[in-house]
């Protein structure tokens, strides 16, 4: 859904998630809006660590479960973030919880997330230094060249199809594409890269590139 009509649908959605989360007890959320995001914060004494990442994403996807179905046709969906301390942990909440919508296509699971194994984490920082952009422009040069509209699906079909290890059946599944489809883009990639995605190394540091870049 774009338009205003986003908006409104945000705007109904928060007291409702509001009463929902009042309704369930437990733990303090807080609830704001932030341009075209309803943003939920719970604060707690102590980091929680996994376990309640898991808790979190558990209440995220009760919670997702309701307003979809009051809000029908909306298309919400929903990143979880790790812990972070403080006003700027605020700040990396809200973008990690981003991330993990970017990296899941909109097809997928509703409720998507944070790297819990801190790879996306781990890319962010990384990804901030000059020399790696650089590196990820370098490496992928020739699709972004062709602009953004045209390079974004190539990106996702190549991140995709690394993450499943070289299955166009498992690309197909995910992106909701032909598999035909599929190798076709592939083929184009390797055409475009001039590379081989059978060598390892050059697998890998595509599938970096990939993430980094959509990150």
């Known amino acids: 859904m774009s338009g205003p009509d986003r908006y409104a649908v945000l ?51 009760w919670l997702l479960s309701h307003l979809r179905d009051r809000f029908a046709g909306a298309g919400l969906r929903c990143g979880v973030s790790g812990a972070h301390r403080g006003p700027l942990g605020l700040r990396a909440s809200a973008l990690e919880a981003r991330t993990a919508l970017l990296r899941n296509p909109a097809s997928a699971s509703p409720v998507t997330a944070h790297d819990v194994a801190g790879l996306d984490r781990m890319l962010v920082e990384w990804y901030s230094s000059d020399a790696a952009r650089r590196a990820v422009q370098e490496l992928l040069a020739p699709l972004l060249a062709l602009g953004a509209k045209r390079a974004e699906p190539l990106v996702r079909t190549l991140q995709s199809y690394l993450d ?52």
Do not use: F
Not at 14 to 28: E, F, K, M, N, Q
Not at 34 to 54: E, F, K, M, V
Not at 187 to 197: A, Q, S
């Open 11 to 61: 705007d109904a959605a928060g007291p409702v998630a509001a009463r929902l989360l009042r309704s369930a007890g437990g733990p303090d959320w807080h609830l704001a809006r932030a341009d075209d995001a309803l943003i939920i914060i719970r604060t707690q004494q102590l980091d929680p660590g996994r376990d309640g990442l898991r808790a979190a994403v558990a209440v995220a996807e």
């Open 164 to 215: 499943h290890q070289g299955s166009p059946a498992r690309v197909a599944e995910e992106l909701h594409l032909h598999r035909n489809a599929v190798s076709q883009r592939i083929r184009r990639i390797e055409d475009l890269l001039h590379t081989d995605l059978g060598d390892p190394q050059q697998r890998l540091a595509l599938q970096l590139a990939c993430r980094a870049a959509r990150i």
